[in-house]
């Protein structure tokens, strides 16, 4: 149990945060137009580049396929909420943009070799002969 909690609560929370923030109907500008998409997608960006780390942590495997496919159904569920939201889009290009931060923290993950190391909370027990 403990195991599950540390590594799922970090996933929840960040996810939760996510949810809250894209519940918002205004939200702030930054300047021009450009600036305000820029600033926008760069959010989108970061902060998928930050769930694909914490659900491969979470998920615990060495492959970071599946953190990825989780971190990717969020993405869809997340753009589709904000269909429902007054003044937000639900748009798919968003989806695409998120995959940017998921493609990239991915590639750190496994170009620096990072399963098995401090990303697993509890690293697997190996099994006696």
Known sequence: MKKFILRYVPVVLWMSLMFFVSSRSNLPVTGTFTEDFIAKKFAHVSEYFILMFLMYRAVGEK???????YALIFAFTDETHQLFIPTRTGMLRDVGIDSIGLIVSSLIIIKL???????????????KP
Not at 63 to 69: M, V
Request: hydrophobic content about 55%.
């Open 113 to 127: 070799r990072l399963w098995n190391s401090f990303l697993l909370v509890l690293p697997p027990r190996k099994l």
């Open 63 to 69: 492959s970071p396929a599946k953190a990825f496919l």
